[in-house]
């Protein structure tokens, strides 16, 4: 869904890249959600949280979804402003999808649902977003959420590939993967700074 210039998104994506370098990407000794240990840390949400980057995030993320995405979905709590960044960009575009949230536990009262959002037809062709790929499991369970509320998990897409085997993982299920960025992009914008 290439809805912008190329060398708009060119500049969006620069601009998105000095985001996570400046506010995201931190060094030190930090424990990751797998329990992995990892002299660097990426906090997307500082990013995806601003104007100028949930702008950016919300085009970039649109231009790379197959034209036949029917909707984006991703985990609660980081893929939260990813989700409503693309569905209002979609929107502002004239290609409105709609969003849904996953739940890390299943609602503890009325329906007890994992998901959030509106109800799409059996098969319906799902994007999973995500901030930050490390092991994938985060993304693995919102795309068995989705499929068991019946939906096709077409492709997950990222805003960084920590390159610790996420995408072999979505490779083993038959789910396309595609990131906006790797970690080695990130590190070597970010050195580039300090120089």
């Given amino acids: 869904m290439k809805l912008v210039k190329e060398q708009n998104l060119e500049q969006l994506k620069e601009t998105l890249l000095h985001l ?23 906090n997307s949400k500082p990013v995806s949280l601003s104007a100028e980057g949930a702008f950016a995030i919300g085009h970039l993320f649109l231009s790379i979804l197959s034209p036949d995405t029917q909707a984006v979905a991703g985990l609660t709590l980081g893929a939260d402003p990813l989700v409503s960044a693309v569905t209002v960009v979609s929107a502002y575009e004239n290609c409105p999808l709609p969003g849904i949230i996953v739940r890390k536990k299943p609602k503890g009262h009325g329906t007890n649902a994992y998901l959030e ?4 037809p059996a098969k ?3 994007v999973v977003l995500e901030d930050v790929v490390t092991t994938g499991q985060s993304a693995l369970f919102a795309v068995e959420q989705l499929q068991a509320a019946g939906y096709a998990v077409s492709q997950i897409v990222a805003i960084l590939d920590r390159e610790q085997g996420g995408k072999e993982l979505y490779e083993k299920q038959g789910i396309p993967f595609q990131s906006l960025f790797s970690i080695r992009e990130v590190q070597a914008y970010a050195q580039n700074l300090d120089q």
């Fill in 124 to 126: 319906a062709k799902v």
């Fill in 20 to 42: 996570i370098a400046t506010e995201a990407y931190q060094e030190g000794d930090f424990t990751l959600s797998s329990g992995q240990k990892s002299s660097y840390y990426v």
């Fill in 117 to 120: 959002g509106k109800t799409l």
